[in-house]
Protein backbone atom coordinates (compact mmCIF):
# COMPACT_ATOMS: atom_id res chain seq x y z
CA UNK A 1 0.00 0.00 0.00
CA UNK A 2 2.83 2.31 0.83
CA UNK A 3 4.62 2.10 -2.96
CA UNK A 4 0.42 3.41 -4.40
CA UNK A 5 0.59 6.01 -1.64
CA UNK A 6 3.54 7.13 -2.59
CA UNK A 7 2.86 7.35 -6.60
CA UNK A 8 -0.74 9.20 -5.31
CA UNK A 9 1.02 11.52 -3.45
CA UNK A 10 3.29 12.85 -6.34
CA UNK A 11 0.64 12.83 -8.86
CA UNK A 12 -1.55 14.81 -6.46
CA UNK A 13 1.64 17.50 -6.47
CA UNK A 14 1.77 17.81 -10.18
CA UNK A 15 -2.27 17.63 -10.67
CA UNK A 16 -1.89 20.33 -8.08
CA UNK A 17 0.74 22.05 -10.92
CA UNK A 18 -1.98 21.81 -13.13
CA UNK A 19 -0.33 19.13 -15.10
CA UNK A 20 -2.36 15.84 -16.83
CA UNK A 21 -1.38 13.26 -14.60
CA UNK A 22 -1.06 9.63 -15.99
CA UNK A 23 -0.53 6.68 -13.84
CA UNK A 24 -0.06 3.29 -14.99
CA UNK A 25 0.72 1.06 -11.85
CA UNK A 26 -0.34 -2.44 -10.65
CA UNK A 27 -3.09 -1.82 -7.76
CA UNK A 28 -4.93 -5.51 -7.25
CA UNK A 29 -6.59 -4.07 -4.18
CA UNK A 30 -9.54 -1.91 -3.89
CA UNK A 31 -8.50 -0.10 -0.57
CA UNK A 32 -5.53 0.98 -2.30
CA UNK A 33 -7.18 2.72 -5.45
CA UNK A 34 -9.58 4.38 -3.03
CA UNK A 35 -7.15 6.30 -1.10
CA UNK A 36 -5.63 7.41 -4.03
CA UNK A 37 -8.65 8.40 -5.29
CA UNK A 38 -9.63 10.05 -2.08
CA UNK A 39 -6.14 12.01 -2.40
CA UNK A 40 -7.15 13.65 -5.35
CA UNK A 41 -9.75 16.86 -5.90
CA UNK A 42 -13.32 15.52 -6.98
CA UNK A 43 -13.32 14.73 -11.22
CA UNK A 44 -9.44 14.65 -11.05
CA UNK A 45 -9.40 10.55 -10.71
CA UNK A 46 -9.73 8.64 -13.75
CA UNK A 47 -9.86 4.77 -13.14
CA UNK A 48 -9.68 3.31 -16.22
CA UNK A 49 -9.73 -1.20 -15.73
CA UNK A 50 -8.02 -2.77 -18.30
CA UNK A 51 -9.44 -6.33 -17.96
CA UNK A 52 -7.53 -9.14 -19.69
CA UNK A 53 -8.09 -12.73 -18.19
CA UNK A 54 -5.20 -14.45 -16.62
CA UNK A 55 -4.69 -17.15 -19.57
CA UNK A 56 -4.56 -14.01 -21.78
CA UNK A 57 -2.43 -12.10 -19.76
CA UNK A 58 0.02 -15.39 -19.63
CA UNK A 59 0.20 -15.99 -23.25
CA UNK A 60 1.09 -12.26 -23.63
CA UNK A 61 3.62 -12.49 -21.26
CA UNK A 62 7.10 -12.12 -22.93
CA UNK A 63 9.28 -12.95 -19.99
CA UNK A 64 7.68 -16.38 -18.79
CA UNK A 65 6.69 -14.99 -15.39
CA UNK A 66 3.01 -15.82 -15.49
CA UNK A 67 3.97 -19.72 -16.47
CA UNK A 68 6.60 -19.19 -13.04
CA UNK A 69 4.19 -18.46 -10.71
CA UNK A 70 1.44 -20.78 -12.01
CA UNK A 71 4.11 -23.27 -11.29
CA UNK A 72 4.48 -21.66 -8.23
CA UNK A 73 8.43 -20.48 -8.36
CA UNK A 74 6.99 -16.52 -7.78
CA UNK A 75 5.02 -15.47 -5.15
CA UNK A 76 2.57 -13.09 -4.31
CA UNK A 77 2.45 -12.85 -8.31
CA UNK A 78 -0.95 -10.82 -8.79
CA UNK A 79 -4.06 -12.65 -10.46
CA UNK A 80 -1.95 -16.13 -9.25
CA UNK A 81 -0.62 -16.70 -5.75
CA UNK A 82 -1.93 -12.80 -4.64
CA UNK A 83 -5.71 -11.51 -5.36
CA UNK A 84 -6.65 -9.43 -7.93
CA UNK A 85 -9.86 -7.10 -6.81
CA UNK A 86 -11.77 -5.76 -9.98
CA UNK A 87 -12.50 -2.21 -9.90
CA UNK A 88 -16.06 -2.26 -8.75
CA UNK A 89 -17.27 1.20 -10.52
CA UNK A 90 -14.23 2.32 -12.46
CA UNK A 91 -14.92 5.36 -15.12
CA UNK A 92 -13.94 3.31 -18.24
CA UNK A 93 -13.69 -0.53 -18.52
CA UNK A 94 -11.58 -1.84 -21.41
CA UNK A 95 -11.75 -5.23 -22.34
CA UNK A 96 -8.20 -5.83 -24.22
CA UNK A 97 -9.36 -9.45 -26.22
CA UNK A 98 -10.29 -9.38 -29.54
CA UNK A 99 -8.73 -5.88 -29.72
CA UNK A 100 -5.78 -4.14 -31.33
CA UNK A 101 -3.83 -2.43 -28.56
CA UNK A 102 -4.20 0.78 -31.22
CA UNK A 103 -7.91 0.76 -30.70
CA UNK A 104 -7.69 0.40 -26.95
CA UNK A 105 -5.46 3.18 -26.87
CA UNK A 106 -7.68 5.57 -29.34
CA UNK A 107 -11.20 4.41 -27.12
CA UNK A 108 -9.10 5.80 -24.13
CA UNK A 109 -7.62 9.21 -25.90
CA UNK A 110 -11.49 9.41 -26.89
CA UNK A 111 -12.77 9.16 -23.53
CA UNK A 112 -10.69 11.64 -21.95
CA UNK A 113 -11.49 14.02 -25.07
CA UNK A 114 -15.28 13.41 -23.58
CA UNK A 115 -14.15 14.33 -19.99
CA UNK A 116 -12.28 17.12 -20.77
CA UNK A 117 -14.75 18.55 -23.26
CA UNK A 118 -17.82 18.15 -20.60
CA UNK A 119 -15.99 20.36 -18.02
Same mark, same amino acid.
Given at each position: ??????????????? =????????? %?????? @?????????????? %???? %?? @?? +???????? =? +??????? $???????? #?????????? +?????????????? +?? @?? $?????? #?? =???????
Amino acid at each position: MENIRRVAEVAKLMA =DAGLIVLVS %FISPFR @DERRMARELMEEGE %FIEI %FV @DT +PLEECARR =D +PKGLYEK $ALAGKIAN #FTGVSSPYET +PENPELHIRTVGHE +PT @DL $ALAVEE #FL =DRRMEGK
